[in-house]
């Protein structure tokens, strides 16, 4: 993996991030999903497809995005976008340390990305309703049926 400055990684994945936004569509859940193929996608922003990996996990990493449907051939990826970078953000993508991040550290940042997604939302509100609004459309199914 090619190393790059964080400010350039930071740079990168918010180019990433914008583009995806701009071609993304809200699902009936009001998220936004962006959907292509993403290789020709990365490809298209101008940005060394050396710096892919560490681009793409970095924003998975944060949980700016996170991925719903890995791509093939004739198989559109999928990606669902919580929110842009900052420019501090931070990552174990990014390591300037001559040690690797540990175990800890690792979970420190997804447990913060996790809380950033999850900042407002009442996660118990949220499922009863999703349970709610699922017993309507089976038992309206089983009528229709």
């Known amino acids: 993996m090619a190393a790059i400055a964080h400010d350039t990684l930071i740079k990168y994945s918010q180019r990433v991030y914008d583009g995806m936004e701009k071609e993304a569509k809200r699902n009936g859940d009001d998220t936004l999903i962006w959907e292509g193929g993403i290789t020709?996608?990365?490809?298209?922003?101008?940005?060394s497809n050396a710096h892919y990996s560490q681009v793409m996990g970095f924003l998975e990493e944060i949980g700016a995005v996170v991925q719903l449907r890995r791509g093939s051939r004739g198989v559109l990826s999928q990606y669902a976008l919580h929110f842009r970078p900052a420019d501090?953000?931070?990552?174990?993508?990014?390591?300037?340390?001559?040690?690797?991040?540990?175990?800890v550290d690792?979970?420190?940042?997804?447990?913060?990305?996790?809380?950033?997604?999850?900042?407002?939302?009442?996660?118990?509100?949220?499922i009863a309703n999703t349970e709610r609004r699922l017993q309507k459309l089976e038992s309206e199914n089983r009528r229709s049926a």
């Not at 501090?88 to 175990?103: F, G, I």
């Not at 690792?106 to 407002?120: M, P, Q, S």
């Open 88 to 103: 501090d953000a931070e990552s174990s993508a990014y390591d300037s340390s001559l040690t690797r991040p540990t175990p």
């Open 106 to 126: 690792k979970l420190a940042t997804r447990v913060a990305g996790i809380e950033r997604r999850l900042d407002g939302i009442d996660l118990k509100e949220y």
């Open 40 to 47: 020709a996608f990365y490809n298209s922003l101008h940005i």
